[in-house]
């Protein structure tokens, strides 16, 4: 973990389920999001689950992930441990500021037919590897399609004031014009979402929240950015969320003939009388 949120060349199969509103839902879930104090500690839960925020199918793969302290340093995790169901790990906020806890992957995927059957490259737990994709990817397959996607899963936690969230300008992400660990019911927050650093427009963004377990609706809340990517949500109460987007368009680089992000964050959101 020697590289700050750095963007891994692998194919994850576990957080291309996430996107799919009716499969499995990748998540990170921090103890708490906004904390204070000398000797600050926070606890991250990780899976794949069928209820979000219920480890009830796979834990996520922490191997990827980087915490990024608010001196843009890598913090180191601790006492890492993946049980059947959820991957745990700890995080200490010896500075004051707010962390990013995630992971990041960008790769090529190819799909096509061959004799009537459907392929893709990479298979499911293949990593992506340049050279393989040219040897194993026929350039003049049927129905051929090679889209560059990027992915990226994550959450923020506070120690003390909120400090700003640098941008990586790579694959999808969130502008938090809101700071993500200063939410609160009942009000809007306002985001700007960007692939490569640029606007994605027209893209559908979608805010679940969590104890999903305890109702029959997923009471989700659906927006559509605007041209220049922006959208904004008021929160109808406190609690967890865990919010997604994707986009697509074609924007690719060389070997690909359409470009694909998805973004997934658990945030919290305070009662509006909470004070911090």
């Known amino acids: 973990m020697k590289t700050i949120f750095k963007t891994v060349l692998c194919a994850s199969a ?21 904390l204070s104090g000398t000797d600050v500690w926070v606890s991250i839960d990780g899976a794949v689950s069928n209820t979000l925020f219920h480890a009830d199918h796979a834990p996520y793969r922490a191997d990827g992930v ?64 340049l050279a393989e994709f040219e040897k194993q990817v026929p350039k003049s397959a049927d129905k051929l399609q090679v889209s560059e996607s990027s992915r990226r899963i994550e959450t923020f936690v506070t ?13 999808l992400e969130v502008k938090y014009v809101t700071h993500p660990n200063d939410l609160f019911a009942e009000e809007k927050a306002d ?10 427009a027209n893209a559908k963004v979608l805010a679940i929240p969590g104890a999903m377990r305890y109702r029959n609706d997923q009471d989700e809340i659906e927006v559509t950015t605007n041209a ?15 919010l997604s987007a994707s986009y697509r368009d074609g924007q690719a680089k060389k070997h690909a003939t359409a470009g694909t992000g998805s973004y997934v964050v658990t945030l919290e959101v305070l009662p509006e009388s909470h004070l911090l």
């Open 14 to 34: 576990l957080f291309a389920v996430a996107m799919n509103a009716n499969a499995h839902r990748a998540w990170l879930l921090p103890s708490a999001t906004s």
């Open 66 to 129: 980087i915490v990024t302290g608010p001196n843009g340093k890598t913090v180191e995790i601790s006492s890492l441990q993946q049980a059947k169901y959820r991957t745990t790990f700890d995080v200490q906020l010896a500075e004051k500021g707010t962390y990013r806890i995630g992971s990041a992957t960008q790769n090529l995927t190819a799909m096509w037919e061959e004799n009537g059957q459907r392929r893709m490259y990479p298979g499911r737990g293949q990593k992506f590897d």
């Open 159 to 171: 120690n003390g004031a909120p400090t700003d969230i640098p941008l990586t300008n790579k694959g």
């Open 191 to 200: 985001f700007v979402l960007l692939i490569d650093g640029k606007p994605a």
């Open 228 to 242: 220049k990517g922006e959208f904004s949500i008021t929160w109808p109460e406190a609690g967890m969320y865990w």
